[in-house]
């Protein structure tokens, strides 16, 4: 398994091939390396085919990891191949690759600049679907107001549009179905929370088991995909129209629990599988259907010794300068640090301005003099500090009658020591007031 992060699914994975009888090994900062040596190349630890389940959607620097995965992919055989994966983080590039094999996608629009993204904006409709071209688990997607403007970009992220595809307006759902190989190993139904329209599980989508009840055009669609992107596994999403079903997105590294909430299969002893036989090894089906029927994420006895947390991260001020982005703008604003909130929060207003919405989803938020809290919107905000960015899922308050339009709260600040000494605010004044003194004394 090359994976450089401690997911579920890695894990699972892991512990399926072990169960199956051969020798798992995951390959991971701690113990990975390549070696030349008098023109001979080897691996380290030594492996004979490698799963890539690299996440290079959560990176900022998703080159760098797509050429270690090459590096790999020219050694040793490798399911999912860095150049599949690569167009299939990529949505746009997903889509395009899709319609050009004939499967139906909705229309859709990327383009460099303001003006020509803006000047398509009115063939789909009143609202429509926004995204960035890379994102997971339902970040950098909205839907959005079309009578008015929008970006090409998102922070530092291509974004584009897309036609909204929805039968029922009351009860949004999509289709996901997981593919291993040339085989469906289970789908599901996903709904959407109360008050929002993306299904992801990681937002709090419902699952529904569809393994039996399926159609036939969206199963022979699903796995036409999987098999256009040249995809070893993968997790295609599906959504029905009027006229028939619509391929959203084919995820390389898909999650597993929310298919396995609701079907009982876990896709990991099949991956596993793939992988064994891909090098000549041998499995048999009936263990494989055995351990499908548990989700084994425990921690696998090929994990290396992880390694030291740095005792030393970034640090942020109590008041923080940070850029706040929306769908049509970005601007510059003062934020406080609040290590007590959970959640970010950012003023009526300020969403507004920045094009942060549409305000879907409600929160329900705890108060000191309220017993059980009240509800807020939230938004999906992209919040750019000291070069970092982070993609969160914002509540929406009017905070005209406090002093910062911008709360950080832990989904922010847990990546950060908060030094409440430093503030950005005081220090401007202060540069400001050494100005002004250097002034009058030339």
């Not at 469906?184 to 937002?203: C, F, H, K, Q």
């Not at 898909?254 to 009982?264: N, R």
Request: proline content about 5%; some cysteine.
């Amino acid at each position: 398994m090359l994976s450089l992060h401690n997911s579920k699914e890695t894990k699972a994975i892991c512990n399926a091939v072990e169960d199956l009888g051969h020798e798992p090994v995951w390959l991971r900062e701690e113990n990975a390396a390549i070696s030349v040596e008098d023109g001979d190349v080897s691996v380290e630890p030594s492996v004979d085919v490698i799963a890539n389940r690299l996440l290079l959607s959560n990176t900022d620097q998703p080159a760098e990891l797509l050429g270690l995965a090459t590096t790999f992919e020219r050694i040793r055989p490798m399911l999912n191949e860095p150049n599949a994966v690569l167009a299939s983080i990529h949505k746009f590039a997903t889509a395009a690759t899709l319609a050009d094999w004939n499967i139906r996608v909705p229309d859709a629009l990327l383009a460099l600049s303001n003006d020509r993204l803006n000047e398509g904006r009115e063939r789909f409709g009143e609202v429509g679907v926004y995204k960035t071209a890379i994102g997971t688990h339902g970040g950098g997607t909205w839907k959005v107001d079309l009578t008015e403007r929008v970006n090409p970009k998102v922070g530092n992220r291509q974004a584009f549009l897309q036609k909204l595809i929805d039968r029922d307006d009351e009860k949004h759902r999509d289709l996901r179905v997981y593919i291993v190989g040339d085989e469906i190993i289970g789908s599901m139904y996903r709904y959407a929370p109360e008050g929002d329209w993306r299904t992801n599980v990681a937002l709090g989508g419902a699952v529904e088991d569809a393994t039996d009840d399926m159609p036939d055009e969206a199963a022979e669609t699903a796995l036409y995909a999987a098999d256009v992107m040249d995809l070893d596994y993968a997790g295609v999403d599906l959504v029905e129209g009027y006229d028939g079903w619509y391929v959203l997105e084919v995820n390389p590294t898909a999650g597993f629990k929310g298919l396995f909430e609701a079907t009982g299969t876990s896709p990991a002893p099949h991956i596993a599988k793939l992988a064994i036989e891909t090098v000549g090894g041998e499995v048999d089906d009936d263990d494989v259907e055995r351990i499908s029927a548990t989700l084994d994420d425990s921690r696998p006895s090929c994990a290396p010794m992880p390694k030291p947390s740095p005792t030393e991260q970034p640090v942020i001020g109590y008041i923080e300068e940070v850029v706040v982005t929306g769908t049509s703008g970005s601007t510059q604003a003062l934020a406080k640090s609040d290590t007590g909130a959970t959640r970010t929060s950012i003023d009526t207003q300020l969403a507004a301005e920045i094009g942060a919405g549409p305000i879907k989803s409600m929160t329900r938020v705890k108060s000191g003099s309220m017993k059980g809290g009240k509800a807020r919107p939230v938004v999906d905000l992209v919040i750019g500090i000291g070069g970092n960015q982070h993609t969160v899922t914002a509540s929406v308050e009017d905070r005209g009658h406090m002093e910062y339009p911008l709360l950080l709260g832990r989904d922010i600040l847990t990546d950060y020591r908060v030094d409440v000494r430093k503030r950005a605010d005081v220090e401007e004044a202060e540069r400001d007031e050494a100005g002004e003194i250097l002034e009058e004394e030339e």
